[in-house]
Nanobody
Framework: VQLQASGGGLVQAGGSLRLSCVAS????????MAWFRQAPGKEREFVAV????????MYGSFVKGRFTISRDNAKNTVSLQLNSLEPEDTAVYYC???????????????????WGQGTLVTVSS
């Protein structure tokens, strides 16, 4: 599985961005898909996850309704809409695929074997 993330950039506080991640392969619909982020000098943290069918989503506690994860299995794409961005959201955002078949969506990065290259989001104050 290869993952290609895009959509990052520089935005002012309060602004919005939409991140996208395209996956290779024909079994995208069998993966739970997630976004994580890593800010400079900090550990990677969970942002959001969406189940295989898209029927279940979970978010990190800091999201507070500002971000929305979605997927289009016909296009092998998972997206993350970022609204009301704050300087504290500045980080490299990574998409990741959980290919374990018998498990629920996870917030633990250890359960994600495939990772995209990351896309940088910079929020200015």
């Amino acid at each position: 599985v290869q993952l290609q993330a895009s959509g990052g950039g520089l935005v002012q506080a309060g602004g919005s961005l939409r991140l996208s991640c395209v996956a290779s392969g024909r079994t995208f619909s069998s993966y739970h898909m997630a976004w994580f982020r890593q800010a400079p000098g900090k550990e990677r943290e969970f942002v959001a996850v969406i189940s295989r069918s898209g029927g279940r989503t979970m978010y990190g506690s800091f999201v507070k309704g500002r971000f929305t994860i979605s997927r289009d299995n016909a296009k092998n794409t998972v997206s993350l809409q970022l609204n009301s961005l704050e300087p504290e959201d500045t980080a490299v955002y990574y998409c990741a695929a959980d290919t374990r078949y018998y498990y629920d969506p996870s917030t633990n990065s250890d359960n994600y074997y495939y990772w995209g290259q990351g896309t940088l989001v910079t929020v200015s104050s």
